[in-house]
């Protein structure tokens, strides 16, 4: 679709976020001529700093994170970008700031700032008439801690801006294969009629990480895995395997059908998750070491089962896995299918079963276990071979494969909601996720220790083998 002029002002534009994707996803879509004329960028912060100087700072940016930056192209983007230097907490910048934003109908306001800020932001936005019936704001998580202050939050927000205008960020959302699993359950008509109960036997959801926690310790210690990545990305990959087909790809159609299977989680049991720290294995230093306090109780892995109480999905365990740390980083979610119910080929042909295994990233793709006869003479042997789909080598390399947040940003900019989170979807995630850290600090739970870049705690494995099954992932 056409892209209109915007101004996209970016509250903590010299903030981390910045450098590593909002200003590389912006100067992308500016190559792709998404960012007609007179559109800006506009970075506010607090440092003092000349537009020029900011220019500088977005260079150098672009250098470190994009692929393909210096000459003409970056000259020109640069030639949109500007900068405020501007105190949330006061006045200082703010007119400064308003005579600046164009009379362009759309406004976007990132606010790439702590959540403490929100509520001085959204009230100058408004002191100062920033805000029109066409102007949005963009928040990132950690979106509250826990339901009491994501709801507090979303007071604030919403007595500022209408909800249409909040786009809440999962950039789990934006990632192409993530769509990708609503095209594959809703495009196709060879998995819906089995994707329940019935023929599935149970479907796992692994985000395994390398990287540990290096440059925010203090965000990190606060946090846990649980906070920062089951209760949004996981849940947000649980939510698109598990939601009843929406009537239309539209926000609320969507949004409305991932709310209903949070909904129907079941509280997870204790025995039902495993927390993991990783420790010190060869050189690499463990966990305590890299935030510097040895007496931390904060958990980089989380593995846990839980259950949907609805007719689609009761009786079906789903499996949850996520840490840092491990031995290699792989986002996969396998839908493992009941063995046929009879076997006509006798106890010796051995048992198979198929799987659906859609990999995220890296080497994005799907594949579907089959079963074949074994090759060779003397009766019937099974065996099980993929039918493998790399989209790299179905779409060819150079496939538009757009980062997360260049398909979210311009998403904000052409108005279309469907995939940010809304109010009653990040509340009812905060609801099923309090119960299972209370639990932990009510009982002074300490995560189990797990190897540096290895396979997460033994626990996580017995979790799966008590039901007699196993992990797919992490190689
Ligand atoms: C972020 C988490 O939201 O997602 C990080 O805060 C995590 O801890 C990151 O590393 C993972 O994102 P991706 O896109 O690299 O899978």
């Known amino acids: 679709a056409e892209i209109e002029a915007f101004d996209l002002v970016v509250f903590g534009g010299t903030g981390d976020l910045a450098r590593r994707k909002i200003l590389p996803a912006l100067f992308k879509r500016f190559c792709a001529g998404q960012m007609p004329s007179p559109s800006r960028l506009i970075g506010a912060a607090r440092s003092k700093m000349s537009a020029a100087e900011y220019c500088d700072f977005v260079r150098a940016a672009l250098r470190e994170f994009c692929d393909a930056a210096d000459g ?82 979303n007071r604030v927000l919403c007595s500022h801006f209408d909800e249409s205008q909040i786009y809440r ?13 609503m095209a594959v359950r809703f495009g196709n008509m060879l998995f819906e009629p089995l994707w329940n109960a019935q023929y599935i036997d149970h479907i796992q959801i692994t985000v395994a990480e390398t990287v540990g926690v290096h440059g925010r310790e203090a965000y990190y210690e606060r946090a846990g895995a649980m906070r920062d990545m089951v209760q949004n990305h996981l849940m947000q990959l649980l939510c698109l395997i598990a939601m009843e087909p929406p009537a239309k790809f539209e926000p609320d159609a969507v949004r409305d059908e991932k709310l209903k299977v949070i909904r129907a989680l079941d509280t997870v049991e204790p025995h039902h998750i495993v927390r993991g720290q990783y420790t010190q294995a060869d050189n690499v230093p463990g966990y305590r070491e890299d935030v510097g306090n040895p007496r931390s109780t904060t958990e980089s892995f989380v593995a846990l089962r839980c ?48 799987e659906l295994t859609i990999q995220l990233q890296p080497n994005e ?40 947040y260049e398909r979210l940003i311009m998403d904000v900019i052409r108005g279309n909601q469907t995939l940010f989170m809304r109010d009653d979807e990040v509340e009812a995630a905060w609801a099923w996720t309090d119960p299972i850290i209370k639990g932990w600090q009510a009982r002074g739970d300490v995560p189990k220790p797990y190897d540096a870049f290895d396979f997460g705690p033994d626990m996580a494995a017995q979790l799966m083998r008590r039901d007699g099954r196993e992990w797919r992932g992490i190689k």
């Open 365 to 404: 793709g799907i594949t579907l276990d089959v079963t074949i006869k074994e090759p060779g003479q003397g009766g019937m042997r099974l065996m099980d071979v993929p039918l493998d789909m790399s989209f790299a080598e179905a779409l060819g390399p150079d496939a538009d494969a757009p980062d997360a």
């Open 72 to 153: 003409r192209e970056v000259d020109q983007f640069l030639e949109h970008i500007d900068y405020v230097t501007l105190d949330a907490m006061g006045d200082q910048g703010w007119q400064k700031l308003a005579d600046k934003i164009g009379t362009q109908t759309v406004r976007a306001f990132y606010f790439s700032v702590g959540p403490s800020l929100f509520k001085e932001l959204a009230e100058r936005l408004h002191k100062w008439e920033l805000v029109g019936p066409d102007s949005r704001i963009v928040v990132e998580k950690p979106f509250g801690r826990d339901l009491e202050t994501a709801r507090a939050l």
């Open 169 to 181: 960020i999962d950039h789990y959302l934006g990632k192409e294969t993530v769509q990708n699993l």
């Open 307 to 354: 259950q949907l109480s609805n007719w689609r999905w009761a009786g079906t365990p789903f499996y949850l896995r996520t840490g840092k740390r491990l031995k290699s980083r792989d986002s996969q979610i396998t839908v493992v299918f009941k063995d046929a119910p009879h076997s006509i080929f006798g106890p010796e042909a051995g048992r198979h079963n198929n």
